[in-house]
């Protein structure tokens, strides 16, 4: 491919820059110390023997779709190895949460030939598949003359990102010609390709990947016992609740109980430890209380249930058709959406997602899920999801979002076995 004038200024620009404009940049943008050589492409880590898969992602959003397609790969050939490269800083916690034991972490080389030139020549991965909504000329291009198979999935190109590259039409071509094949999360993005000249019979619009994972299990002897015991009554769920949030959803529960006198709370908070205190604060103010850990059963008088013990989440999403996910008014580490949403739940949530921002809003934008803009407004929403035509026309729509996505997971696996038996791998 002959390069446009535009992309040969700035691989040559980088190309002077070199290691020590690398530096530099990391120093400015106070990158992770411990792991600065891995945006200069070098690495303590062995490369994995056998076939490697390496996805690009941006950051720690687009990184946290990919756990549930690497599990699917895995389940098909075993062999395979994996590698995950972000170029914004990840948390070690939710490198954890994202990694799940199934891939390497690495940071992405600055986007300059040489950096990119040393991560190549040690992690010579067999497929490279790109989901940063990025597009970093060096990287894409020598990954692209090492004769790497590459296509982005998940991809999105706004209107706006699509007017910013059509000042450099040419550049935009060749970066995007670079790659075989563009998965497009939307009909928009696949349009704003095709605009900046990607042929139109390599785009396939096929939604978002999967994010929910499998559904939570929870023993179903145990569900049937509890439903019954609840007989009916109206239920709503606070899962991760923090010592902070705890005011505000016993105030909305106060506030609706007025008009739903039946209505029983399922507090499962963010510290199971606290579950006896909570119970022991909450009776001396009144509220009649039965505390999992305790082995206490909700009778018709039980007005709140304290959720104490781990491992017992799709319990209470299969109980609860509302659900609030704490950690969104006050704190920054909510339970993911999809977990409420493939069981059946509908969503309420405050205005910090914090790292799972993009699910919550996909959700709100699919009339799948409610924001709840302030603490005070809990209880409205609370009560017009009470009525069960409202609860299970957002569940409804919750589940198919958080479920759709299997088939695109689908899609992607088979285009990544298809190109890998294309080059023998």
């Known amino acids: 491919m002959r390069y446009a004038p535009g992309l040969q200024l700035y691989l040559a620009q980088q190309k002077r820059r070199g290691l020590a404009w690398c530096e530099t940049q990391i120093r400015v943008h106070k990158e992770d110390p411990l792991r600065i050589r891995e945006r200069l492409g070098e690495t303590s880590q062995q490369r994995p023997v056998g076939p490697l898969i390496w996805f690009h992602a941006g950051g720690e959003s687009e990184a946290m779709a990919l756990s549930e397609l690497i599990s699917r790969l895995m389940l098909e050939r075993d062999d395979l190895n994996f590698l995950i490269t972000t170029t914004r800083h990840i948390e070690k916690h939710q490198q954890e949460q994202i990694l799940m034991g199934q891939a390497l972490h690495q940071y992405a080389p600055c986007d300059t030939p040489q950096t990119v030139a040393r991560f190549l020549d040690h992690w010579r991965p067999d497929m490279a598949i790109w989901v940063d909504r990025e597009l970093h000329p060096a990287l894409i291009t020598c990954v692209f003359e090492r004769q790497v198979p ?148 909700p009778d018709q008088e039980t007005q709140i249930m304290i959720c104490d013990t781990p491992g017992e989440l799709g319990l209470w999403y299969h109980l609860s058709p509302v659900t609030f ?21 509908a969503i309420l949530f405050g205005p910090n997602p914090a790292r799972y921002r993009e699910r919550f809003n996909r959700l709100e934008e699919a009339h799948a899920a409610r924001r709840v803009s302030t603490p005070v407004k809990l209880a409205y929403e609370l009560e017009h999801l009470l009525a069960p035509d409202k609860a299970a026309a957002l569940a409804t729509a919750a589940w198919e979002v958080s479920t759709a996505g299997a088939d695109v997971t689908d899609r992607v696996s088979r285009l990544i076995f298809d190109t890998l038996d294309e080059v023998g791998v």
Request: aromatic share 6%; net charge negative; charged share 25%.
């Open 150 to 297: 590459m296509v982005m999935i998940d991809a999105r190109m706004s209107d706006e990102a699509q007017q910013k590259w059509r000042w450099r039409p040419g550049m935009a071509r060749n970066l995007l010609r670079c790659f075989q094949h563009i998965l497009a999360a939307d009909g928009a993005s696949a349009r704003n390709f095709k605009r900046l000249g990607f042929p139109p019979e390599n785009v396939e619009v096929t939604g978002f990947l999967q994010e929910g994972g499998a559904p939570l299990n929870c023993v179903q002897s145990e569900r049937d016992d509890l439903a019954a015991l609840l007989a009916a009554r109206p239920v709503w769920l606070g899962v991760n609740v923090t010592a902070k949030e705890l005011d505000v959803v016993v105030d909305a529960h106060r506030k609706v109980v007025r008009r739903s006198h039946r209505l029983l709370l399922l507090l499962n908070p963010t510290d199971l430890v606290d579950g006896p205190k909570i119970a022991e604060d909450l009776r001396a103010d009144g509220w009649i209380v039965a505390v999992r850990s305790q082995e206490e059963e």
């Open 325 to 345: 996910i704490g950690q969104t008014f006050y704190g920054d580490d909510p339970r993911n959406p999809h977990e409420a949403a493939a069981l059946g739940s």
